[in-house]
Nanobody, 114 residues
């Protein structure tokens, strides 16, 4: 099983980014999946999740700005991030919900800075 997150980069405050998480070895459509992030000095936190049934949840800190979605045909989940803030700077990961310790991967870095 592999989960490969991509799409990070440097963006100015107020900007947008879209992450992709491509999976191999599992079918994302039958899993509860999430996007997590870890900022320097902080614990890893769940920022958005999508259930096998398609229901979504986001953390209060990103409510109205981040949107999680899934393309079952491409076996990929996405995180659309809008109105980015400096406090969104972190390494972002995709994983199951609850997370599988063996499938964190390297994550993708987002830096929000002017």
């Amino acid at each position: 099983v592999q989960l490969q997150a991509s799409g990070g980069g440097l963006v100015q405050p107020g900007g947008s980014l879209r992450f992709s998480c491509a999976a191999s070895g599992i079918v994302l459509g039958i899993m509860d999946m999430g996007w997590y992030r870890q900022a320097p000095g902080n614990q890893r936190e769940l920022v958005a999740s999508i259930s096998r049934g398609g229901g979504t949840n986001v953390a209060d800190s990103v409510e109205g700005r981040f949107h999680i979605s899934r393309d079952s045909g491409k076996n990929t989940i996405y995180l659309q991030m809008n109105f980015l803030r400096p406090e969104d700077t972190a390494v972002y990961y995709c994983n199951m919900v609850p997370p599988s310790p063996n499938h964190w991967g390297q994550g993708t870095q987002v830096t929000v800075s002017s």
